[in-house]
Protein backbone atom coordinates (compact mmCIF):
# COMPACT_ATOMS: atom_id res chain seq x y z
CA UNK A 1 0.00 0.00 0.00
CA UNK A 2 1.66 3.37 -0.98
CA UNK A 3 0.81 6.48 -2.32
CA UNK A 4 -2.46 7.76 -2.22
CA UNK A 5 -3.56 4.12 -0.89
CA UNK A 6 -1.99 4.69 2.71
CA UNK A 7 -3.76 8.49 3.43
CA UNK A 8 -7.37 6.85 2.16
CA UNK A 9 -7.06 4.53 4.70
CA UNK A 10 -5.99 6.44 7.15
CA UNK A 11 -8.81 8.77 6.44
CA UNK A 12 -11.09 6.61 6.75
CA UNK A 13 -10.41 5.07 9.48
CA UNK A 14 -10.42 8.32 11.23
CA UNK A 15 -13.85 9.58 9.88
CA UNK A 16 -14.88 6.08 10.91
CA UNK A 17 -14.08 6.28 14.40
CA UNK A 18 -15.06 10.07 14.51
CA UNK A 19 -18.74 8.86 13.44
CA UNK A 20 -18.96 5.69 15.75
CA UNK A 21 -17.67 8.35 18.81
CA UNK A 22 -20.31 10.40 18.39
CA UNK A 23 -23.25 8.30 17.59
CA UNK A 24 -22.80 4.80 18.80
CA UNK A 25 -22.68 2.78 15.95
CA UNK A 26 -21.78 2.96 11.70
CA UNK A 27 -17.60 2.61 11.99
CA UNK A 28 -18.03 -0.22 9.18
CA UNK A 29 -20.40 1.22 7.18
CA UNK A 30 -17.95 4.94 6.77
CA UNK A 31 -14.78 3.32 6.73
CA UNK A 32 -15.29 0.65 4.41
CA UNK A 33 -16.64 2.85 2.15
CA UNK A 34 -13.56 3.82 1.34
CA UNK A 35 -11.34 1.05 2.42
CA UNK A 36 -12.95 -1.22 0.02
CA UNK A 37 -11.32 0.97 -3.24
CA UNK A 38 -7.58 -0.27 -1.13
CA UNK A 39 -8.51 -3.02 0.73
CA UNK A 40 -9.71 -6.40 0.24
CA UNK A 41 -13.34 -7.89 1.60
CA UNK A 42 -11.46 -10.38 3.76
CA UNK A 43 -8.87 -7.29 5.00
CA UNK A 44 -12.40 -4.69 4.95
CA UNK A 45 -13.67 -7.65 7.49
CA UNK A 46 -10.85 -8.15 9.72
CA UNK A 47 -10.58 -4.55 10.82
CA UNK A 48 -13.91 -3.51 10.81
CA UNK A 49 -13.92 -6.37 13.52
CA UNK A 50 -10.66 -5.51 15.32
CA UNK A 51 -11.08 -1.75 15.01
CA UNK A 52 -15.06 -2.01 16.20
CA UNK A 53 -14.04 -3.98 19.05
CA UNK A 54 -11.36 -0.77 20.11
CA UNK A 55 -14.16 1.86 19.39
CA UNK A 56 -16.96 -0.03 21.05
CA UNK A 57 -15.04 -1.24 24.18
CA UNK A 58 -13.46 2.24 24.47
CA UNK A 59 -17.25 4.10 24.45
CA UNK A 60 -18.53 1.66 26.74
CA UNK A 61 -15.79 1.76 29.28
CA UNK A 62 -16.58 5.89 28.55
CA UNK A 63 -19.98 5.52 29.51
CA UNK A 64 -19.98 2.66 32.10
CA UNK A 65 -21.64 4.68 34.73
CA UNK A 66 -24.86 5.07 32.96
CA UNK A 67 -25.00 0.52 32.22
CA UNK A 68 -27.40 -1.44 33.29
CA UNK A 69 -26.85 -5.15 33.60
CA UNK A 70 -30.62 -5.76 34.19
CA UNK A 71 -31.47 -4.24 31.33
CA UNK A 72 -28.67 -5.68 29.29
CA UNK A 73 -28.99 -9.57 30.04
CA UNK A 74 -31.82 -10.38 27.62
CA UNK A 75 -30.00 -8.26 24.80
CA UNK A 76 -26.83 -10.35 25.25
CA UNK A 77 -28.55 -13.61 25.43
CA UNK A 78 -29.98 -13.02 22.00
CA UNK A 79 -27.01 -11.71 20.40
CA UNK A 80 -25.00 -14.97 21.97
CA UNK A 81 -27.79 -16.40 20.16
CA UNK A 82 -27.81 -15.01 16.77
CA UNK A 83 -24.35 -14.44 15.61
CA UNK A 84 -24.08 -17.96 15.02
CA UNK A 85 -27.29 -18.23 13.24
CA UNK A 86 -26.71 -15.90 11.21
CA UNK A 87 -22.88 -16.90 10.24
CA UNK A 88 -24.43 -20.16 9.13
CA UNK A 89 -27.03 -18.66 6.73
CA UNK A 90 -23.99 -17.05 4.86
CA UNK A 91 -23.63 -20.43 3.46
CA UNK A 92 -27.25 -20.20 1.55
CA UNK A 93 -28.30 -16.76 1.86
CA UNK A 94 -27.99 -14.49 -0.99
CA UNK A 95 -25.26 -11.39 0.30
CA UNK A 96 -26.59 -8.65 -2.07
CA UNK A 97 -30.54 -8.93 -1.58
CA UNK A 98 -30.21 -9.67 2.24
CA UNK A 99 -28.11 -6.17 1.90
CA UNK A 100 -30.78 -4.63 -0.85
CA UNK A 101 -34.01 -5.76 1.87
CA UNK A 102 -32.20 -4.22 5.19
CA UNK A 103 -31.39 -1.28 2.99
CA UNK A 104 -34.84 -0.51 2.23
CA UNK A 105 -35.71 -1.18 6.09
CA UNK A 106 -33.36 1.52 7.05
CA UNK A 107 -34.25 3.99 4.78
CA UNK A 108 -37.72 3.27 5.28
CA UNK A 109 -37.51 3.26 8.98
CA UNK A 110 -35.14 6.40 8.89
CA UNK A 111 -37.48 8.60 6.98
CA UNK A 112 -40.64 7.82 8.74
CA UNK A 113 -38.95 8.56 11.92
CA UNK A 114 -37.64 11.94 10.71
CA UNK A 115 -40.89 13.07 9.46
CA UNK A 116 -43.48 12.19 12.03
CA UNK A 117 -44.10 13.33 15.44
CA UNK A 118 -41.48 11.14 17.76
CA UNK A 119 -43.74 8.60 19.27
CA UNK A 120 -42.61 6.42 21.30
CA UNK A 121 -43.60 2.28 22.31
CA UNK A 122 -43.73 1.50 26.20
CA UNK A 123 -40.89 2.26 28.58
CA UNK A 124 -40.75 -0.96 30.35
CA UNK A 125 -41.05 -4.32 27.82
CA UNK A 126 -40.82 -7.56 28.61
CA UNK A 127 -37.17 -9.44 28.83
CA UNK A 128 -38.95 -11.84 26.22
CA UNK A 129 -39.02 -8.97 23.76
CA UNK A 130 -35.68 -7.48 24.49
CA UNK A 131 -34.25 -10.99 23.83
CA UNK A 132 -35.91 -11.47 20.55
CA UNK A 133 -34.43 -7.78 19.51
CA UNK A 134 -31.00 -8.93 20.47
CA UNK A 135 -31.52 -12.81 18.36
CA UNK A 136 -32.81 -10.51 15.47
CA UNK A 137 -29.01 -7.99 15.81
CA UNK A 138 -26.93 -10.70 16.58
CA UNK A 139 -28.52 -13.02 13.31
CA UNK A 140 -28.06 -9.33 10.99
CA UNK A 141 -24.72 -8.82 12.65
CA UNK A 142 -23.37 -12.76 11.99
CA UNK A 143 -25.18 -11.99 8.39
CA UNK A 144 -24.12 -8.54 7.32
CA UNK A 145 -21.36 -7.37 9.91
CA UNK A 146 -23.77 -4.89 11.69
CA UNK A 147 -23.23 -5.59 14.58
CA UNK A 148 -26.01 -2.77 16.67
CA UNK A 149 -28.58 -2.20 13.83
CA UNK A 150 -31.56 -3.17 15.02
CA UNK A 151 -30.62 -2.24 18.71
CA UNK A 152 -30.24 1.14 17.60
CA UNK A 153 -33.62 1.40 16.10
CA UNK A 154 -35.45 -0.34 18.88
CA UNK A 155 -34.12 1.88 21.63
CA UNK A 156 -34.68 5.22 19.26
CA UNK A 157 -38.17 3.82 19.00
CA UNK A 158 -38.69 3.58 22.79
CA UNK A 159 -37.14 7.41 23.00
CA UNK A 160 -34.63 6.69 25.46
CA UNK A 161 -31.97 9.23 26.10
CA UNK A 162 -28.61 9.07 24.68
CA UNK A 163 -26.50 8.10 27.34
CA UNK A 164 -28.99 4.65 27.75
CA UNK A 165 -29.58 4.32 24.05
CA UNK A 166 -25.49 4.02 23.64
CA UNK A 167 -25.32 1.99 26.74
CA UNK A 168 -27.81 -0.61 25.46
CA UNK A 169 -27.15 -0.94 21.92
CA UNK A 170 -23.09 -0.48 22.45
CA UNK A 171 -22.27 -3.10 24.65
CA UNK A 172 -24.52 -5.33 22.84
CA UNK A 173 -22.31 -4.36 19.51
CA UNK A 174 -19.16 -5.43 21.60
CA UNK A 175 -20.04 -8.87 22.12
CA UNK A 176 -21.21 -9.15 18.42
CA UNK A 177 -17.72 -8.32 17.13
CA UNK A 178 -15.87 -10.56 19.96
CA UNK A 179 -17.79 -13.35 18.57
CA UNK A 180 -17.14 -12.10 15.06
CA UNK A 181 -13.50 -11.94 15.38
CA UNK A 182 -13.12 -15.40 17.25
CA UNK A 183 -14.78 -16.93 14.06
CA UNK A 184 -12.54 -15.46 11.60
CA UNK A 185 -9.80 -16.18 13.56
CA UNK A 186 -10.64 -19.71 13.34
CA UNK A 187 -11.19 -19.40 10.24
CA UNK A 188 -7.25 -18.43 9.54
CA UNK A 189 -8.60 -14.54 8.41
CA UNK A 190 -5.41 -12.51 10.32
CA UNK A 191 -2.58 -11.74 8.01
CA UNK A 192 0.38 -10.15 8.38
CA UNK A 193 -0.48 -7.24 5.91
CA UNK A 194 -3.54 -6.98 7.88
CA UNK A 195 -1.84 -7.03 11.30
CA UNK A 196 0.51 -4.10 10.01
CA UNK A 197 -2.51 -1.78 8.90
CA UNK A 198 -4.61 -2.57 12.04
CA UNK A 199 -1.46 -1.36 14.32
CA UNK A 200 -1.01 1.88 11.78
CA UNK A 201 -4.61 2.84 11.91
CA UNK A 202 -4.73 3.02 15.99
CA UNK A 203 -3.49 6.33 16.32
CA UNK A 204 -6.38 7.61 13.70
CA UNK A 205 -8.74 5.56 15.10
CA UNK A 206 -8.08 6.67 18.95
CA UNK A 207 -8.29 10.10 17.44
CA UNK A 208 -11.43 10.14 16.15
CA UNK A 209 -12.91 8.10 18.94
CA UNK A 210 -12.26 10.72 21.13
CA UNK A 211 -13.19 14.15 18.93
CA UNK A 212 -16.76 12.25 18.52
CA UNK A 213 -17.13 11.32 22.16
CA UNK A 214 -16.35 15.11 23.35
CA UNK A 215 -18.87 16.19 20.40
CA UNK A 216 -21.33 13.78 21.84
CA UNK A 217 -21.13 15.48 25.31
CA UNK A 218 -22.55 18.87 24.02
CA UNK A 219 -25.46 17.52 21.89
CA UNK A 220 -28.88 17.10 23.55
CA UNK A 221 -31.18 14.25 23.46
CA UNK A 222 -33.07 15.55 20.34
CA UNK A 223 -30.26 16.45 18.21
CA UNK A 224 -28.56 12.75 18.63
CA UNK A 225 -31.76 11.16 17.49
CA UNK A 226 -31.60 13.59 14.71
CA UNK A 227 -28.39 12.16 13.87
CA UNK A 228 -29.07 8.75 14.33
CA UNK A 229 -31.69 8.92 12.28
CA UNK A 230 -29.68 10.45 9.25
CA UNK A 231 -27.36 7.90 9.76
CA UNK A 232 -29.52 4.97 9.12
CA UNK A 233 -30.41 6.79 6.35
CA UNK A 234 -27.62 6.91 4.80
CA UNK A 235 -26.50 3.31 6.09
CA UNK A 236 -29.48 2.13 4.48
CA UNK A 237 -28.57 4.03 0.99
CA UNK A 238 -24.76 2.58 1.51
CA UNK A 239 -26.13 -1.09 1.56
CA UNK A 240 -28.38 -0.32 -2.01
CA UNK A 241 -25.18 -0.11 -3.84
Avoid at 38 to 60: D, M, N
Avoid at 76 to 95: C, E, H, N, R, Y
Avoid at 223 to 237: C, E, N, Y
Amino acid sequence: MDGIELPLFLLATFAGAFVAGLSGFAFGLVAASLWLYVLTPLQSASLIVGFGLLVQGYSVWKLRNALDWRRLWPFMIGAVAGVPLGVSLLTWADPHSVRIAVGAILIAYSLYALFRPQLKVATVVPPAADMMVGLVNGLLGGLTGLAGIVITIWCNLRGLPKDIQRATFQPVAVVVFAMAALLLGARGALTFETAKLFALGLPFLFAGTWLGLKLFGRIDDAMFRKIVLALLFVSGVALLF
